[in-house]
């Protein structure tokens, strides 16, 4: 979603701005703008439509510096894409805003300025609040009072930043539902919505809490909890480098993260299972009690995360024999759940900052869940904060929209639940064993599969100009058949669709023919003789078949039917981290070939902070 830079330093601050805002590219945006305090004491703003590149050329054309200042990327929720409708918004006197998030109630709001003499310039919800606050700075005290006298008055979620021509040495800042950090310097001190904006210039953070307001100097950092009270908020070392959010030697950074994978996988494993052993304390200290006394597991989450918590599903039902619903957030949180005795909540999200997840996540803490469990890549978000229980997926940044290594790294964290859920409820000291000597074995499967890209690529070729897809699998492989559709239709924009192969007969077999390819995923599990049936019936249609096939299913290539040998001896437990790596690479070259923004498909974001 949108991106907030801020910085207040006795140096020129638009390089760290113009850096920063390309830092966050990759959460999505249609434009991009600046705002500086110079030093004649007066706000200078420029705003572009498009790329952060396209501002910086705007810059070239009118320079201008300040040791002062905020930048944003904006996605469009309120008013089309447009210069006028970018951010920084502009009050009176000076006062320049950029927010992240919805402010529900701003055509009231609106309304009520208008009477008062307010003139609108643009149709964002975000110039609503500048003219607020500058008609509470105009009834006396400081920007500081100002913007805690302005959030009050808002419903919706927001993280602003705020500046202005009177309180030259201050930026002041507020969150409610959308993530803000404050990045301490020597002498200077800065602002972002990521920590990945600032990381060349600080380790240092502060994440401001639910209903902070903050007041942002050059040396000094003042908090305000919610209710107004001072507050403290810990200084956090960030262990992340400047380059982990460059793309180094790949063409793209989704192709860098799919590559990075067995190392991820791997750090995710680490030091938590080792030895044939499951460590239940890595999910935090109470899990121990929570783990045996969970009698059944919901799991929340959006888009691929709910891809893997439905492959969870699988493994939970099957190995520990606990009842297992998986929801899509934005739908959980308001069917008013029926929640069963010692129910064990599980949200799962990359950022930790997704509104949907976050909303249904407080909903179950007052729905009476046994308890609640994060499954995240971001230490310092939302989600982890506020949950019981965490499991933090250590996959690195991950700056392609389309998810690749936050996906396999919550397969990970999703499979040693089963086995810490499982020493529970039913398995023994060799089954665990067993388990775990899987799951350690996935990050060199992975990597023997990453060998399969140069003929995926050649595959991928057959794709180029079709116009739909359809993904097949079985059990915990069905789930996999539908992230690999999300990531063709993602990022090339061929529509795609997936099913568990069992219900082509039901309607889907009504679409096969000769320019519907049908790409199919096929571990030697339990259901393979099932899914060889199903196979035959695209055949008799006259369907195409591109299957990822293990090399003993017996499916060998035929007229039709092109195979893809798949690594050996890969287990139905490894079998939903491994046959998702060729779809993300199918996907990816398929979207090179037709020449689209892979890291930025459109329409997009890689971080969804708003309903």
């Not at 500081?144 to 919706?156: M, P, W, Y």
């Not at 059944?296 to 893997?308: D, E, K, L, N």
């Not at 949180?333 to 407080?362: C, H, M, W």
């Amino acid at each position: 979603m949108c991106g907030i830079v801020g910085a207040v330093a006795t140096r020129d601050v638009l390089p760290i701005l113009i850096d920063g805002l390309r830092r966050l590219e990759y959460r999505g945006y249609d434009s991009a703008g600046v705002a500086v305090l110079r030093d004649d004491g007066r706000v200078a703003r420029l705003r572009a439509v498009g790329k952060v590149a396209r501002l910086r050329e705007t810059l070239d054309e009118s320079p201008t510096s300040g040791k002062l200042g905020i930048a944003h990327t904006r996605w469009a929720t309120h008013g089309v894409p447009s210069e006028r409708n970018a951010h920084p918004h502009i009050s009176r006197d000076g006062i320049a805003i950029v927010h992240n998030g919805i402010i529900e109630n701003h055509d009231e709001l609106r309304r009520d300025l208008a009477a008062r003499g307010y003139e609108f310039t643009s149709e964002t919800d975000t110039e609503v609040i500048a003219h607020r606050v500058h008609s509470h700075l105009d009834a006396g005290g400081s920007l500081f009072d100002a913007v805690q006298a302005t959030v009050r008055e808002l419903h919706g979620a927001y993280a602003l930043a705020v500046m202005s021509e009177r309180d030259p040495d201050t930026i002041v800042l507020a969150r409610a539902g959308c993530p803000v950090v404050v990045g301490l310097g020597d002498g200077e001190n800065f602002v972002a919505s990521d920590v990945a904006a600032l990381l060349p210039v600080t380790r240092r953070f502060q994440i401001l809490e639910e209903g902070d307001v903050a007041a942002i100097h050059r040396r000094t950092v003042e908090i305000v909890d919610a209710k107004g009270r001072p507050a403290e908020r810990p200084v956090i070392q960030s262990e992340l480098s400047a380059d982990a959010v460059e793309k180094g030697e790949y063409a793209h950074y989704m192709l860098k993260e799919i590559h990075e994978q067995p190392r991820a996988v791997a750090q995710t494993l680490e030091e938590r299972a080792a030895g044939g052993k499951l460590l239940e304390a890595a999910f935090g200290p109470a899990a121990l009690d929570v783990l045996a006394r969970t009698e059944a597991v919901q799991i929340v989450a959006c888009g691929t995360s709910w891809h893997a918590g439905s492959v969870a599903r699988y493994f939970i039902e099957q190995i520990c024999r606990l009842p297992c619903w998986v929801d899509i957030a934005s739908e959980f949180r308001y069917r008013n759940p029926v929640v069963p005795k010692n129910t064990l909540f599980v949200s799962i999200s990359q950022s930790g900052e997704t509104a949907d997840t976050l909303a249904a996540l407080r909903l179950a803490k007052q729905a009476g869940y046994l308890s609640t469990l994060a499954i995240c890549n971001s230490p310092e978000s939302s989600l982890v904060r506020e949950s019981e229980l965490v499991m933090l997926t250590r996959a690195g940044p991950e700056i392609g929209v389309a998810s690749t290594k936050a996906f396999t790294t919550q397969l990970a964290a999703l499979g040693m639940l089963v086995i810490a859920l499982g020493k529970h409820h039913g398995i023994d000291r060799e089954r665990e064993r067993n388990l775990v000597g899987r799951l350690l074995e996935v990050p060199r499967l992975i990597e023997e599969t990453l060998v399969l890209d140069p003929v995926v690529r050649q595959l991928a070729e057959k794709f180029v100009d079709k116009h739909h897809a359809l993904f097949l699998g079985r059990g915990a492989l069905a789930p996999i058949a539908m992230e690999g559709a999300l990531k063709l239709k993602e990022i090339s924009y061929i529509h795609a669709e997936a099913y568990p192969a069992g219900e082509l007969k039901h309607g889907p077999l009504a679409l096969v023919d000769a320019d519907m390819p049908v790409i199919t995923v096929a571990p030697n599990n339990d259901l393979l003789e099932k899914l060889k049936s199903n196979l035959q019936e695209v055949r008799a249609r006259g369907g195409e078949l591109y299957v990822f096939a293990d090399p003993e299913s017996g499916i060998t290539p035929s007229d039709g039917v092109h195979v893809i040998t798949m690594p050996k001896h890969v287990s139905y437990f490894q079998a939903p981290a491994v046959y998702t790596i060729p779809l993300q690479l199918l996907a990816y070259h398929v979207a090179t070939m037709r020449g689209t923004d892979v890291d930025q498909p459109r329409n997009l974001a890689k971080s969804v902070t708003v309903e």
